[in-house]
T-cell receptor, first 114, second 113 residues
């Protein structure tokens, strides 16, 4: 089955700098890759996702890139702000289950230092 | 539009007991998936329900079961609780089963003592 590895497990950056979190997956049939932000009291929010027919997707300060050949995808956060501090999870899914059966990475605790 | 609602938020049970957790999906969503989150194992898929039918199942023992009602609300049941069942249980709501995005609730924190 699918296996997702996420690095680093913790990341600390200065406010205003960029943060990059990387994930690799094992199943070449996986075609959907969401990223979730988990905060205490706010649950887990879907912040961005990408499908295998796209190489990059951006949403304001957040971008995700996908390299299908290398089977890895990355989350990029630019101009980081204190409210970006959270645990981030990447995930992958394989058809036909789609987003309803996600395999998650281990999570990255991101800390933005003021 | 209200988000995914899970109840209760916190629960303490003793070993051997059983527990039922509830999840109300986003209005109009018909797919509900359940996940277990623990520090050691991370987020692991339990099962998915769509149109009152279990569509997918993860690698959990038969003590973990679920169901979905005609209004798409779902319940998860764990029988004969073990200490290792202590975890955050998350449910995710999707419009359909398949290609649509999944949105998570805040979870139910279950502690087994």
């Amino acid at each position: 089955g699918e296996n997702v590895e996420q690095h680093p497990s913790t990341l600390s950056v200065q406010e205003g700098d960029s943060a990059v979190i990387k994930c690799t997956y094992s199943d070449s049939a996986s075609n959907y890759f969401p990223w979730y932000k988990q905060e205490l009291g706010k649950g887990s929010q879907l912040i961005i996702d990408i499908r295998s027919n796209v190489g990059e997707k951006k949403d304001q300060r957040i971008a995700v890139t996908l390299n299908k050949t290398a089977k890895h995808f990355s989350l990029h956060i630019t101009e980081t702000q204190p409210e970006d501090s959270a645990v981030y999870f990447c995930a992958a899914s394989t058809p036909p289950q789609g987003a309803q059966k996600l395999v998650f990475g281990q999570g990255t605790r991101l800390t933005i230092n003021p | 539009k209200a988000g995914v609602t899970q109840t209760p938020r916190y629960l303490i049970k003793t070993r051997g007991q059983q527990v039922t957790l509830s999840c109300s999906p986003i209005s109009g969503h018909r797919s509900v998936s359940w996940y277990q989150q623990t520090p050691g194992q991370g987020l692991q898929f339990l099962f998915e329900y769509f149109s009152e039918t279990q569509r997918n199942k993860g690698n959990f023992p038969g003590r973990f079961s679920g169901r979905q009602f005609s209004n798409s609300r779902s319940e998860m049941n764990v029988s004969t609780l073990e200490l290792g069942d202590s975890a955050l249980y998350l449910c995710a709501s999707s419009l359909y089963s398949g290609r649509t995005e999944a949105f998570f609730g805040q979870g139910t924190r279950l502690t087994v003592v």
